[in-house]
């Protein structure tokens, strides 16, 4: 069960109750079983009573017997009321004026309300979103859906599904609001509209390539402009997603670079045929358009949001492609034309000058002003030759003297001073590194003299060609005769690559 209307977060706050699922139909109880409430708030369900049970006790003789009583629970009692609301109101129609209307957690809380009386109702997100209008207090409308009763509060109530204006097209209605709202805006005002360009060089078109629209535009481009550079990015103009398909391309095609104008353009239709272009997101998107942006939707006669907010509104595809381009005719005739009026002003301007001339130099006071501007200009002549000439005369020898100065300096240039004492270092440089060399050559070669000698004299190279040298036992002395040590004795021999240690066991001298 949808939770109640009042029970919105606008007095205490209550968390919001979702709908549970509808309890099992209850059982009929008979009069001899009554039926006993459950701790669940489920069905009530029948017992069987004890005699001292079923009947109160009676007076002596008296065969009269008290009817057995059918209890139910608050919740056995509302679960059977909402179940026969539902059943017999499953799908109403209901007139109204809507009032309290809320938004809680994506639901819409409303009152239908009439000059004597009022009934509370709700509408889920997923129904609600199918609305074309906005629900506002005040709006008379007709609800279609099914009574049900809130459980928590036994209050019935109208679960709807569907809301449209009363006398008006929920599309229509829909389409008023977001006009006034986006005119508050300021969308449709006409300090925000942008001239177009007076030839524009690259033309993005946003329409649908199945329709007739782009052939005509293309036409028209064509036979008044036909190297215009054109962009065409194609979407879908009708049905469910379009608006949305629409303004994205709206955005993607203006960010291209190089283009001047933006041609939005669909053929005739119905309201809901061109409702695409009745979206808010389309609107957005050509009010946030970087270049001027051409409506071209429908006939003559169909309006829509994108022809309010876009710069120009044209009344079929075919004259937005003729706004856009001047003919290169009438653009070369226009020229034309200004070319022969601004020739045309300047020789009457000059012809005016001339005559005006004329008749000054016919004057007697200004006969001989020609001879004197001659001689004027005959002197100013010969002294701008003199100033010239003395100017050269004295650049020459300012430059004659700059020449020796600058000799002069070189002679003094440190510079110059450097490079010799670092060619004098470089030279200096290199016969040290030469000496060093030699001498290194030199200390080489009598090391190795000096090794060779060494080499020759020790007694290991002795020892290498196979000698060996006896020593005593302690090996404290040299063996040199064979009478210095008796059979018996231990001596110590060293070879080349180690030691031996030796007993005598016979002696010849």
């Not at 997603?241 to 391309?249: D, K, L, Q, W």
């Not at 808010?280 to 309010?308: M, Q």
């Amino acid at each position: 069960m949808a939770p109640s209307l009042f029970d919105l977060p606008f007095e205490d706050d209550p968390e919001p109750v979702l709908e549970p699922e509808p309890a099992p139909p209850l059982p009929t109880a008979s009069p001899s079983s009554p039926a006993v409430p459950t701790t669940d708030g489920s069905a009530p369900r029948a017992r069987s009573l004890a005699p001292s049970e079923s009947q109160p006790p009676t007076a002596a003789g008296d065969s009269r017997t008290t009817p057995a009583r059918t209890v139910l629970t608050v919740t056995a009692i509302t679960v059977q009321i909402r179940d026969r609301l539902e059943r017999d109101f499953f799908e109403v129609w209901v007139e109204g004026e809507l009032s309290n209307c809320r938004l809680w957690n994506g639901h819409l809380y409303l009152t239908l309300k009439d000059d004597r009386s009022q009934l509370r109702g709700f509408m889920f997100r997923s129904s609600l979103r199918y609305l074309r209008f906005k629900p506002v207090d005040g709006l008379r409308v007709i609800a279609r859906g099914k009574v049900s009763v809130y459980e928590a509060k036994g209050d019935y109530q109208l679960q709807c599904d569907h809301l449209e204006p009363q006398g008006l097209g929920a599309l229509q209605l829909a389409f008023e609001q977001l006009k006034k709202r986006l005119h508050a805006e300021g969308l449709f005002s006409a300090e925000r509209k942008r001239p177009l360009p007076a030839l524009p060089r690259k033309i993005a078109i946003v329409t649908s390539l199945d329709g007739a629209a782009i052939r005509d535009i293309i036409n028209v481009l064509g036979r008044r402009h036909h190297n215009a550079h054109i962009v065409i990015r194609p979407s879908r103009v009708q049905g469910e997603g379009a608006g949305a398909e629409v303004a994205h391309a709206i955005r993607a095609v203006s960010r291209v670079p190089g283009v001047d104008v933006v041609i939005v353009a669909r053929g005739g239709g119905s309201i809901e045929d061109l409702w695409a272009f009745n979206e808010e997101s389309v609107a957005r998107a050509i009010a946030h358009s970087p270049v001027p942006v051409i409506s071209g939707v429908g006939h003559e006669s169909d309006f829509t949001i994108a022809d309010f907010v876009a710069d120009l509104r044209a009344p079929t595809p075919s004259a937005a492609a003729e706004m856009v381009v001047t003919a290169k005719e009438e653009f070369r005739g226009r020229i034309d034309r200004l070319a022969d009026r601004a020739r045309a002003a300047l020789r009457s301007r000059v012809q005016r000058r001339s005559q005006r001339v004329h008749v000054l130099t016919a004057r007697s006071a200004l006969s001989g002003v020609p001879g004197r501007v001659a001689m004027r200009g005959r002197h100013a002549s010969e002294l701008s030759h003199t100033l010239t000439r003395g100017i050269r005369q004295r650049l020459a020898s300012a430059e004659r003297r700059l020449v020796l100065l600058r000799r002069q300096l070189d002679t003094f240039d440190l510079g110059r001073r450097l490079a010799s004492i670092r060619t004098r270092m470089v030279a200096a440089d290199g016969r040290l590194d030469a000496a060093m060399i030699k001498r290194q050559h030199h200390a080489h070669l009598q090391w190795r003299d000096h090794i060779a000698r060494l080499e020759a004299l020790s007694p290991l190279a002795v020892l290498g060609r196979g000698y060996a040298v006896a020593w005593n036992a302690e090996r404290t002395r040299v063996l040199r005769d064979a009478r210095d040590v008796a059979p018996g004795d231990r001596v110590r021999v060293t070879l080349a690559q180690g030691e031996l240690e030796c007993d005598v066991r016979d002696q010849k001298a």
